[in-house]
């Protein structure tokens, strides 16, 4: 896959201790220009309530000293798909607090993301997980199911699993296709690789349950 160009341009913003934007770099400027008209206020001025939560929990997560999973998260902002990694400074001995600095790409290519003018979302065809120290975009049909993880989900492969700080509600309302399918409160399976559908009796009532195949890791 050919890589665009604004792929390899990262967008910069500096955060004090207490959560302010006190600075931001050309590039940032430049795609967050309209969403952050003016500096100094709380990161959380700039977003909408709904996103609070994950928000203190990134900063919560940047605190820690060896965290498992990247802190990262994906937003959309004026109809891009950002991918957002924070980390803290070490400043030198003389200051007591860390500055926070959030780094961002536009992975919209990548996830070949585009506005759907009925829901007003940006639907990505490709998803951005963790894996080891990197990222890599996983095309939908690669997925046989997804569970529920805490702040994140975990994507299962044939081979190997991967995190993805997104929600299930927001997975399928992001997802473009058709095969992604919601079969529990905790797991979305893909219809594409669902072999057989068992019936269990309960009572005098029945309930069916996807058989899960060709997953050697689990």
């Keep these: 896959m050919k890589a665009s160009q604004n792929f390899f341009r990262i967008g910069l913003v500096l955060l004090s201790p207490d959560f302010r934007v006190i600075g931001m770099n050309r590039y940032a400027r430049e795609i967050l220009g309209l969403a952050v008209p003016d500096l100094g206020k709380s990161v959380f001025h700039y977003h909408s309530k709904k996103s609070y939560s994950k928000i203190e929990y990134l900063m919560q997560r940047s605190s820690e000293p060896d965290p498992d999973v990247p802190v990262a998260m994906i937003i959309d902002v004026l ?33 070949e993301a585009k506005m759907n003018p009925n829901s007003g979302m940006v639907e990505l065809k490709k998803f951005p997980v963790c894996y ?30 991967y995190y993805l700080h997104m929600t299930l509600n ?42 899960k195949v060709y997953l050697p890791f689990l």
């Design 79 to 111: 109809n891009k798909t950002l991918m957002i990694n924070l980390s803290r400074l070490d400043m030198s001995k003389g200051s007591s607090k860390s500055l926070l600095a959030m780094t961002f790409i536009d992975v919209t290519e990548q996830t």
């Design 132 to 161: 080891k120290d990197s990222f890599l975009f996983l095309d939908a049909s690669s997925i046989y199911f997804i569970r529920s993880d805490g702040n994140y989900c975990k994507i299962f492969t044939e081979k190997r699993s």
């Design 170 to 211: 927001n997975i399928l309302k992001r997802y473009a296709g058709l095969h992604l399918f919601r079969v529990h409160k905790c797991f979305i399976a893909n219809l594409q690789h669902v072999q057989k559908i068992k019936r269990i009796e309960k009572g005098n009532t029945f309930s069916s349950s996807i058989t």
